[in-house]
């Protein structure tokens, strides 16, 4: 199994300013991702975190609006850039662990953009 | 496009009684099928997985089956207690098993156990 806190749990943002939000995992990981939960909808993954290397975006985010980061193997930052209320959502990293029974979500941060 | 489907988003249940949640894909690359249980203000925890070979899967109070002819599949929880009450989310994944990868999530159903 895999811990993982986030930080901060929720943030109130003025338009068109950023924030960066953070995943710690207390184990190694390959595998890191982030999805985000717009309200009253699914999880919708926004990219898988490579350590080492560029993010890999899904269609529909890019790098300038969502930049990610992954130092190492057990840390990852997302950076909601140029904040508009539409970006209210949950973020959520998530993990696999190799072998694993399942991909361990972390508890979410709650961002609303006024 | 849609590729994961929950068509209820609600579902209400008596204690003790059986809850039956649904899911429907349209994938069939689809490998693995994972339930997962949110609460507000949480993560979602995992619940229980299947792979595409097998058409059930049974964990304690809860049961996942796979028809994959129907590209359906369903969670069973028996007896219903209501600490269940949650939003489940039905997820599959097409990563071939070594790995879980992107996960392709359902809108989610609100389960209520009425005591």
């Known amino acids: 199994s895999a811990v993982i806190s986030q930080k901060p749990s929720r943030d109130i943002c003025q338009r068109g300013t950023s924030l960066t939000i953070q995943c710690q995992v207390d184990s190694q990981v390959t595998m890191m991702f982030w999805y985000r939960q717009q309200p009253g909808q699914s999880l919708t993954l926004i990219a898988t975190?490579?350590?080492?290397?560029?993010?890999?975006?899904e269609s529909g985010f890019v790098i300038d609006k969502f930049p990610i980061s992954r130092p190492n193997l057990t840390f990852s930052t997302l950076t909601v850039s140029n904040m508009s209320p539409e970006d209210s959502s949950i973020y959520l990293c998530?993990?696999?662990?190799?072998?694993?029974?399942?991909?361990?979500f972390g508890p979410g941060t709650r961002l609303t953009v006024l | 496009d849609q590729q994961v489907k929950q068509n209820s988003p609600s579902l209400s249940v008596q204690e003790g009684r059986i809850s039956i949640l649904n899911c429907d894909y349209t994938n069939s690359m689809f490998d693995y099928f994972l339930w997962y249980k949110k609460y507000p203000a949480e993560g979602p925890t995992f619940l229980i997985s299947i792979s595409s070979i097998k058409d059930k899967n049974e964990d304690g109070r809860f049961t996942v089956f796979l028809n994959k002819s129907a590209k359906h599949l369903s969670l069973h929880i028996v007896p219903s207690q209501p600490g269940d009450s949650a939003v489940y989310f039905c997820?599959?994944?097409?990563?071939?098993?070594?790995?879980?990868?992107?996960?392709?999530f359902g809108q989610g159903t609100i389960l209520t156990v009425h005591p």
């Open positions: 998530s993990v696999d662990i190799p072998g694993g029974d399942t991909q361990y």
């Open positions: 975190a490579n350590q080492g290397s560029e993010a890999t975006y």
């Open positions: 997820a599959a994944s097409d990563a071939g098993g070594t790995s879980y990868g992107k996960l392709t």
